[in-house]
């Protein structure tokens, strides 16, 4: 009987805990470009929309035969929200690496492709 009560004890804290487990880890909410899409025009700068704040310690942009240039730098605060400017894009496939560092101290990596492609119906 004892033993029973303290299992219902054990899955109540459980279930209570997962909410806090769950927004505990920070990630990439939304990317402008998104993955996996196609854009008619080389964008100007990538957007990264996060959960939660985050400190960005990296972002590439590559192309299969070499790096693009950006305008990233490490910040020392923390946001959800970064726009990195990507002068010079041109047509092609491209392939974003980025790290961060969440809240919970954890560090984040992971990456997205797009492709811009001037003769494609994408808007």
Sequence with gaps: MKLTRIAKSMVW????????????????????????????????HIDLVFN???RLIKLELKAPDHEMPTNFQVQADPVANYRVETPNMHAGQ???EWAAIGADGHTLTNTFSFTVDPNSSAE
Excluded: N, R, W
């Excluded at 209570?16 to 769950?22: C, D, E, F, G, R």
């Design 94 to 96: 491209f392939t974003v």
């Design 52 to 54: 939660g704040p985050v």
């Design 13 to 44: 804290l459980l279930i209570l805990s997962l909410p806090m487990l769950a927004q505990a880890h920070t990630a990439l909410k939304e990317s402008t470009p998104a993955d996996g899409v196609t854009v008619k025009a080389a964008p100007g």
